[in-house]
Nanobody, 123 residues
Framework: QVQLVESGGDLVQPGGSLRLSCAAS????????IGWFRQAPGKEREGVSC????????YYADSVKGRFTISRDNAKNTFYLQMNNLKPEDTNVYYC????????????????WGQGTQVTVSS
């Protein structure tokens, strides 16, 4: 059974940094594309970043390019989202996900996702 558990969300001041972690079980990271999305209650899901299983290419939403970095540690079966220069508009619940598709179009065909971790950017 594919399971994902996020951690690392917190309250941080504008301009600050956070690193989110996603521990995967029930599969190994190379089996799927992996990524992060954010979604507030009652709002649409927004794909943030992903790594393609097929060629290792990386997608970033325009809103986070140059500030966020996705990475993976296959030995730990864990992947990460390093978030720098955080802005109040980054405030959201962040979810990690296993996907079928990751490309220039973003994240599609979700297999499973975690329970979410709250990121709040406020002074």
């Amino acid at each position: 059974q594919v399971q994902l558990v996020e951690s690392g969300g917190d309250l941080v001041q504008p301009g600050g940094s956070l690193r989110l972690s996603c521990a995967a079980s029930g599969f190994t990271l190379p089996e799927y594309s992996i990524g992060w999305f954010r979604q507030a209650p009652g709002k649409e899901r927004e794909g943030v970043s992903c790594i393609s299983k097929s060629d290792g290419s990386i997608y970033y939403a325009d809103s986070v390019k140059g500030r966020f970095t996705i990475s993976r540690d296959n030995a730990k079966n864990t992947f990460y989202l390093q978030m720098n220069n955080l802005k109040p508009e980054d405030t959201n619940v962040y979810y990690c996900a296993a996907l079928i598709l990751c490309g220039d179009y973003g994240l599609k065909a979700y297999v499973s996702w975690g329970q979410g971790t709250q990121v709040t950017v406020s002074s």
